[in-house]
């Protein structure tokens, strides 16, 4: 575990030139093995160093092609096959990325939205991503790592899009109609975040045992 450090914040009044030294709570350091993962439609994995991943769409990419196959010879061996192949690629990618992760990071937090509801809401294009079933092969991959404690945590999705990871506030986009919005500007602090990015680190955060209403996030970067 990485040391705890003290963050002392100086505040001088010059009016009456007096020094007052503040103590806020520690936050631990962020090791470069340490990583929040903020899932989504838009982009597969966002991570909180502001890496991006996405997944390759392989059910959209063949859809067509099984569709002419689909009304020229229904139940037919060569759709089965078609898709079975489809979901062996898919399956073979998530082994190949999870266990790339694994190998980079140690502690992984990831915020745990709720993926049947995101099923109900964008149906082939959820399925093709499949994100429930990646973080089960990731968990179980950094859970096989025999140097050292590994681990994936799932962190409450509450509040992470609309709070700042910078100050804490909640000033973040909020209902249906914030859901277009991919970058905002915190009416806080000023600190302008990329939507994925920002969530990605109040996961990471939340992870590390600040909860998201605290209000105490100390601006540093990543
Ligand atoms: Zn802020």
Redesign the pocket.
């Given at each position: 575990m990485t040391p705890q450090r003290r963050c002392e914040a100086q505040r001088r009044t010059q009016r009456e030139g007096i020094s007052i030294t503040e103590t806020r709570k520690p936050i631990e350091i962020i090791s470069s093995k340490e990583a929040g993962i903020d899932p989504g439609l838009s982009t597969a994995l966002t991570f909180s160093n502001g890496e991006k991943i996405n997944f390759p769409k392989f059910y959209r990419e063949s859809q067509k092609l099984i569709g002419n196959l689909q009304r020229k010879c229904k139940n037919s061996k060569k759709v089965k096959a078609k898709q079975a192949k489809i979901n062996n690629q898919r399956t073979n990618h998530h082994h190949q990325l999870s266990f790339y992760i694994a190998q980079r990071y140690k502690m992984i937090h990831w915020s745990n939205d709720n993926f049947n509801a995101l099923k109900r809401l964008h149906g082939k294009s959820y399925s093709d991503v499949s994100l429930g079933a990646f973080r089960d092969l990731l968990e179980a991959k950094l859970a096989s790592r025999t140097d050292g404690p590994c681990s994936l945590t799932k962190v409450s999705c509450k509040l992470s899009t609309q709070t700042?990871?910078?100050?804490?506030?909640t000033?973040g986009p909020k209902g249906l109609a914030g859901l277009a919005v991919r970058e905002w500007t915190?009416?806080?602090?000023?600190?302008t975040h990329d939507r994925d990015v920002n969530a990605a680190k109040v996961t990471l955060f939340s992870g590390q045992g600040m909860s998201a209403d605290q209000g105490k996030?100390i601006?540093r970067k990543l």
């Open positions: 700042c990871s910078s100050c804490g506030a000033a915190c009416s806080g602090c000023g600190a996030f601006s």
